[in-house]
């Protein structure tokens, strides 16, 4: 099935972007520990550190499994961010030459090799990617006893910033904002599932809008072959992510990045996330979005019915595929509210 989603009726979610862009100051960096002496260095590579042809300037952030920093590219001048392989349960760094080294080298060695590995896996499955709305990965490398990766950088701001912001200037984000952003990224990840990929964590900090306005995923440390990598890997972003994708005996796919899609705009939309999606499978608590007058008389009740479809509890309940969302978005689905649609959601719910 062929997208452009470029061509459709939704223009770029750029109507408030480039004004709040403009006012968020520069991201300080991120303080080091004290200089002490000790074998130990803290975790982020230092400013300034030079690795395999980029120049650290800061890092980014950093989770249990890795740490991402932005850095330049010497050779181009360009800036780029790196992730760098770091499950710091299983290794620390060392001061003198920043290398990463075992905790317990007798008993740590197979699992930190085989977070190495499948972190360089990764790494050559997202290289392969090309797509406008997918981060591109430039680069890997082995360096250091640990292994990185280079992505392209985004100038911009997280969705889930953005949304905030909108909620902030007490201005909701336009209907043709919504479906620019709705039809991109469906577009990108109907690519991805071409591809028998699957994103496992999508939620408003993974996608970042571009000065342009434009929607890009990012963060694929979760990323999973979906008919070739088995092995269950249970990761949560609570409120975004899937039933299915929690329990062992689950059956991951492409509904699944559709619930967590869905869940990251309702967070838009409501400015709160969806109930834990264990609670949600026993009792369903959540509002839909179709049922709040407030958002009817703003949004076309097809595509408020569309996003409540996608991140429904059962799997049978939401779409298959992007295809079919992307089809239930047609120029039918911008038909706005009626008065009535309007007046019955505003009468209290049973």
Same mark, same amino acid.
């Given at each position: 099935?062929?997208?452009?989603?470029?061509?459709?009726?939704?223009?770029?979610?750029?109507?408030?972007?480039?004004? #709040?862009?403009?006012?968020?100051?520069?991201?300080?960096?991120?303080?080091?520990?004290?200089? *002490?002496?000790?074998? *130990?260095?803290?975790?982020?590579?230092?400013?300034?550190?030079?690795?395999?042809?980029?120049?650290?300037?800061? @890092?980014?952030?950093?989770?249990?499994?890795?740490?991402?920093?932005?850095?330049?590219?010497?050779?181009?001048?360009?800036?780029?961010?790196? +992730?760098?392989?770091?499950?710091?349960?299983?290794?620390?760094?060392?001061?003198?030459?920043?290398?990463?080294?075992? =905790?317990?080298?007798? =008993?740590?060695?197979?699992?930190?090799?085989?977070?190495?590995?499948?972190?360089?896996?990764?790494?050559? #499955?997202?290289?392969?990617?090309?797509? @406008?709305? *997918?981060?591109?990965?430039?680069?890997?490398?082995?360096?250091?006893?640990?292994?990185?990766?280079?992505?392209?950088?985004?100038?911009?701001?997280?969705?889930?910033?953005?949304?905030?912001?909108?909620?902030?200037?007490?201005?909701?984000?336009?209907?043709?904002?919504?479906?620019?952003?709705?039809?991109?990224?469906?577009?990108?990840?109907?690519?991805?599932?071409? +591809?028998?990929?699957?994103?496992?964590?999508?939620?408003?900090? =993974?996608?970042?809008?571009?000065?342009?306005?434009? @929607?890009?995923? #990012?963060?694929?440390?979760?990323?999973?072959?979906?008919?070739?990598?088995?092995?269950?890997?249970?990761?949560?972003?609570?409120?975004?992510? @899937?039933?299915?994708?929690?329990?062992?005996?689950?059956?991951?796919?492409?509904?699944?990045?559709?619930?967590?899609?869905?869940?990251?705009?309702?967070?838009?939309?409501?400015? +709160?996330?969806?109930?834990?999606?264990?609670?949600?499978?026993?009792?369903?608590?959540?509002?839909?979005?179709?049922?709040?007058?407030?958002?009817?008389?703003?949004?076309?009740?097809? #595509?408020?019915?569309?996003?409540?479809?996608?991140?429904?509890?059962?799997?049978?309940?939401?779409?298959?595929?992007?295809?079919?969302?992307?089809?239930?978005?047609?120029?039918?689905?911008?038909?706005?509210?009626?008065?009535?649609? *309007?007046?019955?959601?505003?009468?209290?719910?049973?």
């Amino acid at each position: 099935m062929q997208h452009s989603p470029d061509n459709a009726a939704a223009q770029p979610a750029a109507s408030f972007a480039d004004d #709040i862009l403009a006012g968020i100051e520069q991201a300080a960096p991120i303080s080091g520990a004290e200089a *002490i002496e000790c074998d *130990i260095a803290p975790k982020e590579l230092p400013a300034g550190a030079d690795l395999h042809g980029y120049r650290i300037l800061r @890092p980014l952030g950093a989770g249990g499994f890795g740490v991402t920093y932005l850095a330049e590219e010497d050779y181009l001048a360009r800036r780029v961010v790196i +992730k760098e392989s770091f499950p710091d349960s299983l290794c620390y760094r060392q001061a003198d030459t920043l290398h990463v080294c075992l =905790n317990d080298p007798d =008993n740590g060695t197979e699992n930190y090799h085989w977070a190495r590995g499948n972190f360089l896996k990764e790494a050559r #499955i997202l290289a392969a990617l090309d797509h @406008p709305y *997918i981060a591109k990965v430039y680069s890997y490398f082995e360096a250091n006893n640990t292994a990185y990766y280079v992505t392209e950088y985004i100038d911009g701001l997280s969705l889930g910033e953005l949304a905030d912001d909108y909620a902030r200037c007490g201005q909701p984000i336009s209907q043709d904002a919504l479906l620019g952003l709705m039809v991109r990224l469906l577009d990108a990840l109907d690519y991805m599932h071409s +591809k028998h990929l699957l994103h496992r964590d999508i939620k408003p900090d =993974n996608v970042l809008i571009t000065r342009t306005g434009l @929607p890009v995923l #990012i963060d694929f440390g979760a990323a999973r072959e979906s008919y070739g990598d088995l092995t269950p890997t249970f990761v949560e972003s609570q409120g975004f992510t @899937p039933p299915e994708q929690l329990r062992a005996d689950g059956h991951p796919g492409p509904w699944s990045d559709l619930y967590a899609l869905g869940a990251t705009f309702y967070y838009t939309l409501k400015g +709160k996330c969806l109930p834990p999606c264990h609670q949600r499978e026993f009792f369903d608590k959540a509002e839909p979005l179709a049922s709040d007058p407030r958002l009817l008389v703003l949004y076309a009740p097809a #595509i408020l019915r569309s996003i409540d479809k996608a991140c429904r509890p059962l799997v049978e309940e939401r779409y298959a595929d992007a295809a079919a969302w992307l089809a239930d978005l047609n120029e039918s689905a911008l038909a706005p509210a009626s008065a009535q649609e *309007i007046a019955n959601a505003s009468l209290p719910r049973a």
